[in-house]
């Protein structure tokens, strides 16, 4: 299995931090949108995306900081280190509170949209970006 950085593709800010973190944190794992994604297959619930973004790979599964953590211990030399800082206790501590903060308003923050702001288990897998949807 590869691994994996699910975020909430139909988040403007949310796809904004996905494609920064390709372009400047390039790692050993696909990040991917939740909604183009068969979450079944990767044993993870439209309310665990819902909640935070997630990392999925052979031996563990986080969420939220500790799946950012995750992502950057396997992207290159600087980016691991700042992934091990991450995902220390005290960090994690305050990186919790953190990321809800920006979870709430995040269509508040540059790249939000309104759109970001709608919960996303109102909309329904197979309506994301890019997605038909049958008529």
């Known amino acids: 299995m590869t691994a994996v950085l699910l975020y909430d593709g139909d988040c403007a800010f949310c796809s904004s931090c996905a494609r920064w973190l390709q372009r400047w944190a390039p790692a050993r794992a696909e990040v991917l949108a939740w909604q183009l994604t068969d979450l079944e297959a990767l044993h993870v619930t439209v309310a665990d995306v819902d909640t935070a973004v997630q990392w999925i790979d052979d031996s563990a599964r986080a969420a939220g900081p500790e799946a950012i953590a995750a992502y950057l211990r396997t992207a290159g030399a600087p980016w691991r280190v700042a992934g ?13 509170p953190v990321y809800r903060w920006i979870a709430a ?27 038909k949807t049958a008529s």
């Open 105 to 131: 308003h995040r269509d508040k923050l540059p790249g939000g949209t309104p759109q970001c702001a709608l919960p996303s288990t109102a909309r329904e897998p197979g309506h994301g970006p890019g997605e």
């Open 84 to 96: 091990r800082v991450l995902a220390c206790a005290p960090v994690r501590g305050v990186a919790w």
